[in-house]
């Protein structure tokens, strides 16, 4: 379900947390890298050419997404399709990255651990992660879609301190755990609707059928809009947890 067209929409609001969490990862010669869900695969190579990596895998379980990301491989940047909590490393990283990504897998204690487990000795590990589940861009697509029958989306994401001590437990030596606020200046309030269409709703499209998606579109806007206000441009809040640890 996973549009690129949609999810780029708001490219350069999306761009700018992947550049904040590129900016913790320590820069060492002759890196491996590994970056799960790397969706398109644009930023990748930006990651991987930033670095100055010597190869970078990136890892998706989106055909759509995986489609663009032939533009931006070559020799040392591949990319493959698989799935996070399937894949078996058959060498060592130098640092394991994840950006906008691991919110859709569930559990998190074992996720970064086996995460961890991908890392050569000295190894990097640089993830960022949506927190925004009490924005009503998100609590009200979880209240309509219990009214109208539906699971509620519950992310798996912990609250940020959650991350300093899974670090901490996994033997990371030194550590940077934050929570970001990004502020978002959009035309109008209903772009908040276009926004979570490219990411957030498309859970609740890949489960529904186009007849049940439609009404939970419109009951959806219907309900949000007026929470929102009228100010134009809105100033949309978005939180997210950037971390970064170091053995
Ligand atoms: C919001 S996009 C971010 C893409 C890219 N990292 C970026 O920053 O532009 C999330 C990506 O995670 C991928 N994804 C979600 N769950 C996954 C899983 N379990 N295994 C592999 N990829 C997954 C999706 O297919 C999607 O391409």
Redesign the pocket.
């Known amino acids: 379900m996973?549009n690129p067209d949609q999810?780029e929409r708001f490219k350069a609001e999306?761009a700018q947390p992947?550049h904040d969490l590129v900016a913790l990862i320590e820069r060492r010669p002759r890196m491996h890298v590994a970056?799960?869900?790397?969706?398109?695969g644009?930023?990748?190579r930006i990651l991987h050419e930033t670095l100055g990596a010597t190869e970078t895998l990136g890892?998706?379980?989106?055909e759509t997404?995986l489609l663009k990301s032939s533009a931006f491989g070559s020799e040392a940047v591949r990319f493959a399709k698989?799935?996070?909590?399937a894949f078996a490393a058959d060498r060592p990283f130098d640092l394991v990255f994840?950006?906008?990504?691991l919110h859709?897998?569930g559990d998190h204690p074992t996720l970064f651990r086996k995460l961890a487990s991908f890392l050569a000795p000295d190894g990097q590990l640089a993830v960022q992660m949506p927190s925004n589940e009490d924005h009503a861009s998100h609590s009200v697509a979880r209240d309509v879609a219990r009214e109208l029958g539906h699971a509620p989306r519950i992310s798996s994401v912990l609250p940020v301190d959650g991350y300093a001590r899974i670090l901490h437990r996994l033997g990371f030596a030194r550590q940077h755990v934050k929570l970001q606020v990004y502020g978002h200046l959009l035309e109008e309030p209903r772009d908040v609707v276009e926004w979570v269409r490219g990411?957030l709703l498309t859970d609740y499209q890949q489960r529904m059928s186009d007849a049940e998606f439609t009404r939970f579109l419109d009951t959806y806007t219907q309900r949000l809009l007026p929470i929102l206000g009228d100010d134009r441009p809105y100033f949309y809040t978005y939180k997210r947890v950037l971390l970064w640890g170091s053995y």
């Open positions: 996973w999810y999306r992947f970056d799960f869900g790397c969706g398109t644009e930023l990748t890892i998706d379980n989106s997404m698989g799935d996070i909590e994840s950006n906008a990504a859709w897998v990411s």
